[in-house]
Every structure is written in structure tokens, then in C-alpha cells.
């Protein structure tokens, strides 16, 4: 048993170590999955929204303007194909057009597109659109030095001004049959198309539902912190997705957001050309230009790959690596807190099983104990009986002695049994019925005169039994067992002292018996023992004093039974007192027959 406990214990803690590294694997694993699921719906949360920023980019553009084609017209249709196409067409709000006034000179012109009447309305620059003319005025100056080579526009010019923000759309004019350089190639552009972007629908339209669809689908408890700041000063937040705020330098995951990228450029253009029909001449130049925003990335520098904005998402645990952090915990605690119980268990059962062991060899010893005890009288009434039968004894005050022997042995016989028989009683739970009025002082005066007549005076038996002791309500039988029992193992162990004390009080509503002897006394680590069925002491034993290691635990028991106490004070060498305390309800709450009988000892 215990070496299987062992190895059970041994088993445990493998699986235990084992455990351990697997939840480690297993967090390792999941954290990797996490970033890279993060990742992931950061690209294409960027990515539909970057992707309706380039197809703006892409409808928007009026090129070629040719002298004969009208630019509002051009417009018009573009709104039109915009507002079919889109996902989410609000987020332009309003289209301007800037070319050179009359006289030449750089692009100073601004008109706003009126989507009711599809015209351009001469307007006033409007504040938000003011800083982009002198960045106009540039543009329109390098054109004029390069001498108009074909993309060195495009190559420098930012397509989102992100500060307002706004996409800003060159017009690239094809060159007529009638101007110097061969007809059809490219000219470079002095006109631009703007679109203005609505950030009040971005805020309350746009982002709330890319981050619900890409990071807390509806209906769940929001597992990521979505966050967008602007790209150039993090403290300006545009939008978030809950009250609580991201620290800019602790996320988890960092991606530009409201960018024109090339590669999603080419996409739209390869879609718009895919249904592409009679402009098929306009889509390859926007094509070309798509080209052109492709090498300005390419060439390192220009801010066209500046993005306006930047999406941050953080963990609500506080970090991707916190939230595995916990979650380690939690598997930890829960497969520890299973091995515990596994544990516990196994531990549990190798101590009920070491006590049915330890009570089963116990019993084992009552047997031969009980069969020693018996073997004795019934040897001794055989052989008188034997002698009685043969005549060998004829002399009639011998017969008597015989019959006297036979007797008494018969009476140990008939207690044994009766002790026997009682523990069993007691063992199966019986409880101790027929309760009446008891009185102590005369149940100990009986249990005292038939241990003199036993002993025959050869033992001095001091009593000092108070006259007035209350009545106890209890079991007559049982408790004249108790005190026997008591007094037995006081004379059983009093050695060569001869001594044994009885004695009787009440107080404060309890009665007290106490039963001393001044013999061999018992070890302060067998104290505790002596009240176990079964246990016999090892100074018993070795004295080989007869036994059954029943007489105790009887006691306690029906001592219990009543409500009351026992416990025993000891020197090993110098005796041993026995203190029973009853409880004793005052005269007046003991029924009225019980009252009537108030005994003298
Ligand atoms: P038994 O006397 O039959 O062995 P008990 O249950 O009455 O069984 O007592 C249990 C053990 O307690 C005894 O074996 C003995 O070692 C110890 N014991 C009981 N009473 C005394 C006593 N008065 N003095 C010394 N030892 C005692």
C-alpha cells in the first residue's frame, strides 16, 4: 500500500511537471496565434478603408482634360460611378476643382462641384484648403522647369494631404494634335481635383464598424481596445473604440491607416478597367498614373506614402502577453487545483485504508484476546466440574468451594459476554434507551461492595461520595457499566498500592465522578489511545494483565450517550484518575418523579 502510494505520489508529481510545460507550450502557441490573428485584422481593417480612399483617388480623376471636354461633366459622372461603387460614399463630402485663372500663372482657380446642378461654382479658398496653395504654386513651378517630362508631377506630389484631410488628384492633360510635341503623349498637370473627406462620418460611421466587423463582432464582449490617433501627433485621438484610453507607446498591434498605397491602387484600377467599355483611352492613362504613384513610392521619399492616420489595438488585458499571462494562470490553477483533488484523494483513501487495516488487525486481537479470557474460566469449571463428577472430592465443605469457584468463574464468564455483547450493541449505534432517574451515590456504593466482596478486602477502597447528589436522567445498567468498568481497571492496574479512591460531587449543574488509583499509571503518548475499541496499553500487556481493550471505549461512549465527559490525568509510575462529568439539570427541571427522589448516598 504504501508503495503504491508512493509511485501514486511520485505519478502526481510527473504529471504535474508535465503539466506545467504543456500549459506553457500551449500559452507560447496561443500567443503567437493571437499576435498573428491581431495582425492580420489590422492589414485588412487598414485595407478596406485605404482601399475606398484609392478608388476615390481613381474616380475622381478628370483626366484627360482636353479643350473640348467640360470638367464638370467629367465630374458629374465620376459622383455618379463614386456614389454607385463605394461602400461608403459619405466619406466625401465635397469636390472641388483648382486650374490656372485665364492669364496662366500657376493653379488659382478653385470652383466647388455642385452635385445638384452637376456644375462648377466659382468659390472663395475655403480656410481648410488654404495651405495648399502654395504647395500649388511649387508643383506648378517645377512643371514649368522640368519642362513638362511626363511624370516628374506625379513623382513628387503627395496624394492625400492628410493635415486637412484631402485627397488631392492632378489632372494630367494629354497633349492635342495641334501642340509641338507628338501628339497624344503626356502633359503634365496644372489643375487638380479635390476631395474633401468627411471626418465626422470616418469617426461616427466608418471606423465604429470596421472595428466592430474586424475586432468585437457584435454581441460579444469586446476583446480588443481599437483606437485611431493621427499619424503625426498620437495625443489627437480620432476615434475609440471604448472610454478607456491606449497608451501610444504600449499596444499590441501599430498600423497606418488613411493612405493611398500603390498596391491598392492597381487594384482598383485593374477593376475599373476590367468594365472599362469606350473610356478605355482614360483608364490607361489613370493606369499610367497608378504607375507613377507606384515609382514616386519607390524613389524613397515623397509623402505619398505617408499615412494620415494610425490605427492602434491593444489587448483589454492590458497587452496580447498579459492576456495569455492570465489565462496561463487560469489553466494552471485549474489543472493544480485537479491534481490537488487527485491528491487529496489518493491520500485520503491510504488512511481510511491504513485504519480498516489497523482496525480489522485490531479486531483480530479482541478475538484472541476474548478466546485467552474465556480459556481460562472454562478450563477452570471443566476441571472442577471433572473432579466433582469423578468423586474426588467428597469432603462437602470442599464441594462448596468447587461450587464457589464454579460460580464465580461463571459470573467472569457471563461478564465477558455481557461486555462483548454491550460493545456490539454500542458499535452498531444502539442508543441507550429506558432513561429514568439515576442516583450516583448508590449506583457507586453497589459497584463498590461488589468489588470488595470480589477482592475480599485484600484492597482499600477510599470513598468520598458527597450525601446530597442530584438525580441523573439516564440508563441505570449502562452507567453501573461505566463506573465497574472503572473501578475494575483501577484494581486491575493498581499494582502492589492496594489504593483505589472513589469519589462524588456536584456543582454548577454537573456531576462529577472521579475514580483514582495509585499503580502503574499509563504514557502521556497513550493518553489519547486508551479510549480506542481494541487498544490495550503496552505496560498491560507486558504485565499480562487480562484484557480486552473494550472496557474504555464502552465507557466513553455511554458517558457520551449522556451528554457528559471523561478524561483521565496520569503519571506513569504513580496512578491514574478517572473524571467522569455528568450533566445534572437543577431539582426543579427534572420531571416530577425524578423530583420526589432526591437519594442519599
Ligand atoms: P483493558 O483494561 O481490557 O485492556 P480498557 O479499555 O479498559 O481495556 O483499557 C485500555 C488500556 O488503558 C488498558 O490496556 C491499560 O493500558 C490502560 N488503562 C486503563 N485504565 C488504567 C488504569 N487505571 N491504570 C493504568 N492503565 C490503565
Known amino acids: 500500500m504504501t508503495l503504491l502510494a508512493a509511485a501514486l505520489a511520485v505519478l502526481l508529481v510527473v504529471l504535474a511537471v508535465v503539466q506545467y510545460r504543456w500549459v506553457g507550450q500551449v500559452s507560447d502557441g496561443e500567443r503567437e496565434q493571437l499576435r498573428a490573428s491581431l495582425q492580420r485584422r489590422g492589414r485588412e481593417f487598414a485595407m478596406e478603408l485605404n482601399r475606398e480612399l484609392a478608388r476615390a483617388f481613381a474616380t475622381f480623376q478628370t483626366t484627360p482634360i482636353s479643350e473640348e471636354q467640360d470638367v464638370a461633366a467629367r465630374l458629374a459622372a465620376a459622383w455618379l460611378e463614386w456614389t454607385r461603387d463605394a461602400r461608403y460614399p459619405r466619406i466625401i463630402r465635397d469636390v472641388y476643382f483648382v486650374e490656372p485663372a485665364d492669364g496662366g500663372g500657376p493653379p488659382e482657380r478653385l470652383s466647388r462641384f455642385n452635385r445638384g446642378t452637376g456644375l462648377l461654382e466659382a468659390t472663395e479658398w475655403p480656410a481648410a484648403l488654404e495651405h495648399l496653395r502654395p504647395r500649388f504654386a511649387r508643383e506648378a513651378e517645377d512643371v514649368q522647369r522640368q519642362g513638362g517630362s511626363s511624370f516628374t508631377i506625379v513623382r513628387r506630389h503627395a496624394p492625400l494631404a492628410e493635415e486637412i484631410p484631402a485627397l488631392v488628384i492632378p489632372a494630367i492633360r494629354f497633349r492635342s494634335r495641334e501642340e509641338a510635341a507628338p501628339p497624344g503623349t503626356i502633359r503634365p498637370a496644372l489643375a487638380y481635383t479635390i476631395a474633401l473627406l468627411d471626418v465626422d462620418y470616418l469617426r461616427g460611421d466608418v471606423l465604429p464598424a470596421l472595428s466592430e466587423h474586424h475586432f468585437n463582432p457584435a454581441g460579444t464582449t469586446p476583446e480588443f481596445l481599437v483606437t485611431v490617433v493621427q499619424a503625426r501627433m498620437p495625443s489627437k485621438v480620432v476615434f475609440q473604440s471604448t472610454a478607456s484610453t491606449v497608451d501610444p507607446e504600449r499596444v499590441d498591434l501599430r498600423q497606418p491607416l488613411l493612405e493611398i498605397r500603390a498596391d491598392d491602387m492597381g487594384r482598383v484600377l485593374l477593376e475599373q478597367t476590367r468594365h472599362a467599355g469606350p473610356r478605355e483611352k482614360s483608364r490607361t492613362t489613370q493606369l499610367r498614373f497608378a504607375v507613377a504613384v507606384q515609382q514616386g513610392e519607390a524613389a524613397g521619399g515623397p509623402p505619398s506614402a505617408t499615412s494620415a492616420w494610425q490605427l492602434l489595438v491593444t489587448h483589454r488585458a492590458g497587452s496580447v502577453d498579459a492576456a495569455i499571462r492570465a489565462a496561463r494562470t487560469r489553466n494552471l490553477t485549474i489543472s493544480f487545483g485537479i491534481l490537488l483533488l487527485f491528491g487529496t484523494s489518493i491520500a485520503l483513501l491510504v488512511v481510511s485504508t491504513e485504519r480498516a487495516r489497523r482496525l480489522a488487525d485490531r479486531q483480530m486481537e479482541f478475538v484472541a484476546a476474548v478466546s485467552h479470557e474465556l480459556r481460562t474460566p472454562l478450563a477452570v469449571i471443566r476441571s472442577a466440574g471433572e473432579n466433582l463428577a469423578d468423586g474426588v472430592v467428597a469432603d462437602p465443605s470442599q464441594v462448596e468451594r468447587y461450587g464457589r469457584l464454579i460460580e464465580e468463574q461463571g459470573r467472569s464468564l457471563s461478564d465477558m459476554v455481557e461486555q462483548v455483547l ?25 459497584v463498590i461492595e461488589a468489588t470488595e466482596r470480589i477482592t475480599g478486602g485484600s484492597l482499600t477502597l477510599e470513598r468520598s461520595i458527597d450525601h446530597e447528589l442530584p438525580p441523573i436522567e439516564g440508563n441505570r445498567d449502562a452507567l453501573r457499566r461505566v463506573f465497574q468498568n472503572l473501578v475494575d481497571n483501577a484494581v486491575k492496574y493498581s499494582g502492589d498500592s492496594s489504593w483505589i479512591g472513589v469519589g462524588a460531587s456536584a456543582s454548577g449543574g454537573e456531576l462529577r ?32 494483565i487480562h484484557g480486552s481493550g473494550l472496557g474504555l471505549s464502552l465507557v466513553e461512549r455511554i458517558v457520551q450517550a449522556h451528554g457528559g465527559t471523561v478524561s483521565v490525568k496520569s503519571a506513569p509510575g504513580h496512578g491514574s484518575t478517572f473524571t467522569v462529568v455528568l450533566p445534572a439539570p437543577p431539582a426543579s427541571s427534572v420531571n416530577e418523579t425524578s423530583v420526589a427522589q432526591t437519594f442519599r448516598a
Open 422 to 446: 454491550a460493545f456490539a450493541g454500542a458499535e452498531n449505534g444502539q442508543r441507550i434507551a429506558a432513561r429514568q432517574p439515576v442516583n450516583i451515590g448508590e449506583l457507586l456504593a453497589d
Open 513 to 544: 465522578v472521579t475514580i483514582t488509583d495509585r499503580g502503574m499509571g499509563i504514557e502521556a503518548s497513550e493518553l489519547r489511545r486508551i479510549f480506542e475499541p481494541f487498544y490495550r496499553g503496552r505496560g498491560a500487556s507486558a504485565a499480562q
